[in-house]
């Protein structure tokens, strides 16, 4: 099945103009609530450097730091994995499952387990995981992919939540108060909680010097999972390292804040041992990132720490959701991550940007997310992935645009087409005469003004 | 003071009378202004959609045209940060350097170097400034709202110089207007629902012309304005500040 | 090579030149005139609720006035035979868990989170599996941000702790802000005062 461009499902997403403003100002409120939080932290702009040269120097020490946490990790009495890519993961998480004849599986919010598409992998081994974040509950249940890492369901209004969970859970029919469909979700969640046998989460952060790790949540579902069952799996990938437990304070200081306005999570949990009688296993993946790591224009992608500031502060992700970006990062650093990934399948997504640079200032990290955008369009196109149409009409732009003589030429020839046969360009072959007029041709140009005029 | 002239491909075809504003704006403050007429294009339209290797003619014919000023002068932020952070050549590279330390856009021009306080300049009417992506946060010609630091504004600076101007505020300071070079056209649809945001914007707040350091947003946005039979028109920043009652 | 040497060796040989670790200067951080004061606004702001009491006496008045038809626990200082008895608790035994008291060790300022140990949870599931949820924290307890936080505890030494800060929540739903996700309902400090001079 061939899967839609950005610019193909964008053009999809925006049919519904409606919609389409509803979902731009919604995450443009989050945006907002951003900004009022960093106002009220003075320090906000140190407070990104400094977050910005821990995640610059870990990246420089990556394999001593892995080496250093297992160890610490492995002395706590968590079991160390480690999966060289998806695949490996998926079958590892498996492996521990069968052993153990696991049936009853909850998951809370794990970006890399979308990436590694673990869930599917699952299900085909007859295996099914229940994800208890309330936005991937959602999308579960509408059997849709999440389309923001940190609000998976930013896309649904409520009506739509109300339809699904009619359907599914019995709620009331055009009942569309989220607190009364909140209470629905608790209810219904909380039994698959107790009953759990396996937990799986994510890792916000993995602390070297301490072998433990830290997950954020809102809801409390990370902990209700990890308490409850017997087995408990974390999954991350080696980038999410830091160096020492102090670091934490510029960190936690900075992801609430930039991904939803919040001053912290309401959940910051801290994991060091397993509890007694239980099995506490780590995933640590690799997926690219280690081949990311080694390509010096955009190894600063790897310092992300998910918080989706960058979603939320771009004017085409809020005009064309999640869904067009067809992975399960999007987003802006979903456009610089993805195309390490597999660069044919990700080659439209860096140039699914006016390169505004309104990302890169509100990323914690201080990634370089817009100039990466840009490093990565030469690549694709020196590895062949332009449109052959793209490729020829700018080698032809090339050829024009160095020689003087070509260029005054072409202009006066386009002036007086416009002027005299407006036809030839005002018509359905001409993108950009669908919605706007073309400038009006003035009868010379500022070069042959200037001959006239002052030479 | 030795000063050049570079104008933008698509200013020099399509909006010349910004580019006279600009020569005349320049002239005003006594400066001797060359206009070299080999010049044709920085070669971001070519660079940004992932051809930068085909830039090479466009930037040997820069440096051919462009050494040996004190100042460069363009009255748009794009092409400038395109040319500080990309003009290089193979052949020449301390020229280029050097044009790369002499670039500036006209506001920073006006403000930064010629430190101009007051401006024989009347306008009056309601005015909504866009904020051009490029000059704003690439050249630092404004503060941007992502950062929490000291607000400033070049553009800003110098249109509250212009008698009469009434400066409109906007309810999103700095979104970007969808142009983005050839994204224009490759992602029609988003490019135009953010064009179309943007002027509804300006609209909204009461403008009755939008200005910008940039005419590719303004052309833009020109193209949203008319098709809508909107009476809301667009004017370069260099005319507004050149503008005088005659 | 296993899939670990080979992830350790890419990433030693794809790994950029040394970059130096930044030095936190406490100097440069926010600086409150009364901790106490903004954790309790910061609180309320995210909907939790603020109590303030003279001593723990005050708080298992209370605790003992708490409804008893529920099934309410007070792990505060309790005895080794009721922790044992607490923590042989299963999920299924604490399911219409209503009512939770735990101690806090710490609060933060900047948040109005409060670092709970497993030590005070003495069953680690007690306080996310408990529909309200009642920490006690002394007011000279109070740090203003989390790099004080940081400072103060090293969260190694305990297997599991927690930064809580206020009832669990979600706003997955349209973006409306709902209290109650999972985690409890509602979640009341209990502040003991500092001492009057």
Known sequence: ?455 | MKVALFIPCYVDQFYPKAAIATLELLERFGLEVSYPKNQTCCGQPMANSGFEHLTKGCNNLFVENFSGYDYIVCPSGSCVMHIKDHLHTEESETAAQDIRNKVYELTEFLVDVLKIEKLEASFPHKVGLHQSCHGQRGLKLSQMTELMAAPFSKPGHLLSMVKGLELVELDRKDECCGFGGTFCVTEEAVSVKMGKDRVLDHERNGAEYITAGDLSCLMHMEGILKRRGSKVKIIHIAEILNHHLS | MNSRDRILQAAAENQPAQRDLPVIGFERLIRYDEPAVVFEQVLTKIGGQLVRVKNLEEVKKRFAEADQEKFCVDAIDCTEEDRLKIQAWKATDLALLHTLYIRGSFGVAENSAVWVDELAMVNRLLPFICEHLFIVLEEKEIVPTMHHAYQKTDVSRTGFGSFIAGPSKTADIEQSLVIGAHGPRSLTIYLIENDAL
């Open chain 1, 1 to 455: 099945m061939k899967v839609q461009d950005h610019a193909q499902a964008a053009a999809q997403f925006i049919k519904d103009e409606e919609r389409t403003d509803w979902h731009d100002e919604t995450l443009w409120f989050v945006r907002q609530k951003r900004d009022l939080a960093a106002h009220g932290i003075p320090e906000w702009e140190q407070l990104r450097e400094w977050a910005s040269q821990i995640k610059d120097h870990t990246l420089s020490n990556l394999s001593h730091y892995l080496e250093s946490f297992e160890q610490k990790a492995i002395a706590n009495g968590i079991r160390v994995h480690w999966a060289a890519d998806g695949e490996e993961h998926n079958k590892i998480v498996h492996q521990i499952i069968a052993d153990h004849d696991l049936k009853r599986i909850v998951k809370s919010k794990s970006m890399l387990t979308e990436e590694c598409h673990l869930n599917e992998y699952l299900i085909q081994k007859g295996i099914s995981v229940v994800d208890t974040d309330l936005g991937e509950r959602i999308v579960q249940l509408r059997k849709e992919a999440p389309s923001h890492i940190v609000l998976p369901a930013i896309h649904l209004k409520k009506q739509d939540v109300s339809d699904t969970f009619h359907d599914l859970l019995d709620t009331e029919k055009g009942n569309n108060d989220p607190q009364y469909l909140t209470e629905a979700a608790r209810q219904h969640l909380r039994d698959y909680f107790i009953a759990s046998e396996l937990a799986i989460t994510g890792v916000n952060f993995a602390i070297a010097e301490t072998g433990g790790f830290v997950v954020c949540t809102n809801e409390g579902n990370a902990d209700m999972g990890a308490h409850t069952a017997n087995v408990h799996i974390a999954c991350m990938g080696i980038e999410k390292i830091i160096p020492k437990a102090e670091h934490l304070g510029v960190f936690l200081r900075l992801l609430a804040r930039s991904a939803t306005g919040q001053p912290v999570t309401t959940y910051s949990s801290h994991f060091h041992r397993p509890r007694e009688g239980q099995e506490m296993h780590l995933v640590i993946v690799d997926n690219g990132r280690t081949r990311q790591l080694g390509r010096a224009d955009f190894r600063n992608s790897l310092k992300c720490i998910r918080c989706a500031a960058c979603f939320n502060t771009c004017p085409v992700y809020r005009r064309s959701g999640g869904h067009s970006y067809h992975t399960a990062v999007a987003g802006p650093i979903g456009s610089i991550l993805n195309p390490n990934l597999d660069m044919k399948a990700n080659a439209d997504l860096p140039f699914a940007s006016t390169l505004c640079g309104s990302c890169s200032n509100v990323c914690p990290v201080k990634i370089d997310i817009h100039e990466q955008l840009y490093k990565w369009r030469q690549v694709i196109v020196q590895a062949g992935y332009a449109p052959v149409s793209k490729k020829l009409g700018m080698e032809g732009m090339a050829a024009v645009l160095s020689s003087p003589a070509l260029y005054h030429f072409s202009g006066k020839m386009g002036r007086t087409t416009l002027k005299y046969a407006p036809f030839l360009v005002n018509n359905g072959f001409n993108p950009w005469y669908k919605q706007r007029d073309m400038p009006a041709p003035p009868a010379e140009s500022f070069g042959e003004w200037y001959q006239k005029n002052r030479s």
